[in-house]
């Protein structure tokens, strides 16, 4: 993982990103609890951080991640990238969620491919992101979890969101 201060997007969408990565393609982060709770005041201090990519994060623990994931909620955080974190189990979204609906938030841009969400953490998702009116980009592909059941809560998200681009494929 890592994250950025005042990241500037670049508008040249060179992304050469494969949607299917190879095993050697994917960096994986080597955080462990000591460094996740090191970042997580960092993050929590951190007033101008408007990016951060914490995906393939899988060596942590659901303490450590609650921390962090906590720690990520200020006003100036545009892009969130929690790729590919399987080692966050279904409770801990629920909970990321649960507090990411009472924060203030300009998230942008949220990431979360490839990762254990069920229907319960979809349903709190849909609810706190409804809040979050600056909502262009929201990746939610590979979360089997998720059933027909857990879509139904984005019906109504979808409805009044200014979201562009929705990704929500297999």
């Given amino acids: 993982g890592s994250f950025e201060s005042d990241a500037s997007s670049s508008d040249d969408d060179s992304e050469d990103e494969s949607d299917d990565e190879s095993e050697d393609d994917r960096k994986r982060s080597n955080i462990n609890g000591e460094g996740a709770l090191a970042l997580a005041k960092s993050f929590a201090n951190s007033k101008r951080l408007k990016c951060v990519n914490l995906s393939y994060v899988d060596s942590i623990g659901a303490n450590e991640w609650q921390i962090l994931l906590t720690s990520l909620l200020h006003p100036s955080l545009k892009t969130l990238d929690l790729r590919s974190n399987r080692s966050i189990a279904p409770a801990g979204w629920h909970a990321f969620f649960s507090a990411l609906q009472h ?39 590979s979360n089997p979890s998720i059933t027909p059941t857990g ?13 562009e681009e929705l990704d929500i494929s297999s």
């Fill in 103 to 141: 924060t203030k938030s300009d998230l942008e841009v949220f990431e979360l491919r490839n990762n254990r969400i069920d229907d319960a953490s979809a349903a709190r998702m849909a609810e706190s992101l409804a809040n979050i009116t600056t909502l262009k980009t929201l990746d939610l592909h």
């Fill in 151 to 163: 879509w139904l809560a984005f019906s109504e998200l979808l409805r009044n969101s200014k979201l």
